[in-house]
């Protein structure tokens, strides 16, 4: 049986238009201050064709900032900038969530003027970029035991704030090598506490962080994105079956409004949490593999996932499901202007009507 992709899904209390996700996309124009601007809301609305916007990762704490001009939820001017987003995407029938992305180790002071934070002092292998160009990470100061309920309550207040802002979610980054991910991964998670040493041990921290968001602000209103096995930013997993299996065990009874997980298509972890996590499930293949069309009809139509998310389509075609629908062609991805700068590159994609003759 094939699924009508272009069809409303229901997500909890939210009618989708459709199946596809727009992905999170890291674009680094937050205003001085990590605000978002009417520039910021006018791109998102562009977009608001998708059955469900996943915002660029916003840190929930101001040590949580990895790269330059990215957008945080953690002070009220951010709140209003977030507001201005949220307003115009639903003005436009859309929906929004926003993806809580503390990123842990990587990072550089310079960006921040603070040391980066991770479950263990292992710096992470590679550069990052900052104000002053390319720069090796650094080691990161690991995190107390007494330390992690702070880390805790950070992501809980950013989600109420988030809810304030008028966004209809929160989605919880523990995907791509970052804070949460961290926790999960052995080889950057070396703790001797009862956060570390076993998979059980390794998915608590996450686990604790859901549930805390869930209690806060809903079920309903809270995701998670995971990426079980990728090695995006020298994370090394050797027990990634056991070690999300703990996870996903732990998450299911929260009622949460999905999960999130992009994997590579080659791989079968995605299919076991699939048969382990209650809800809705999202499938991202489009780090290592195709994101298109024919394969969201296959994730759909095979059970593997219930919508599909696209990034750097969406990025370059604001109308991008209207063109999927009838097959028209697509932008062209103007790659030097994805990171930083103006309106160019970012608000200036042309419409399919644009591009139509009169």
Known sequence: MTTDLFAPYPLGALSLKNRFVMAPMTRNRAAEGTAPTALNAEYYAQRAGAGLIITEGTQPAAVGQGYPNTPGLHTDAQVAGWRLVADAVHEQGGAIFVQLMHTGRIGHPSITGLQPVAPSPIAPAGQVFTPEGMQDMVEPRELS??????????????????????????????????LLHQFLADGANVRTDAYGGSPEARARFVVEVATAV?????????????????????IAETEVEATYEALVTGLAPLGLAYLHVAEDP??????????????TVIRSTGFVGASDLPTAQEVVD??????????????????????????????????????????EGYTDYPRLSAQQPA
């Open 145 to 178: 035991t007494d330390e992690l309920p702070g880390v805790v309550e950070d992501f809980v207040q950013s989600s109420r704030r988030a809810v304030d802002a008028g966004l209809d979610g929160v989605e919880l980054h523990a995907a791509n090598g970052y």
């Open 266 to 279: 080659g791989t079968s972890y995605a299919d076991a949490l699939r048969k382990l996590f209650p809800g």
């Open 302 to 343: 095979s059970g593997a996932g219930d919508l599909f998310a696209i990034g750097r389509d969406f990025l370059a075609n604001p109308d991008l499901v209207e063109r999927l629908r009838v097959g028209a062609p697509l932008n062209e991805q103007r790659t030097s202007l994805f990171y930083g700068g103006d309106g």
């Open 214 to 234: 869930a209690a806060a602000i809903g079920a309903g209103r809270v995701s998670i994105r995971v990426s079980p096995g990728h090695g995006f930013n020298d």
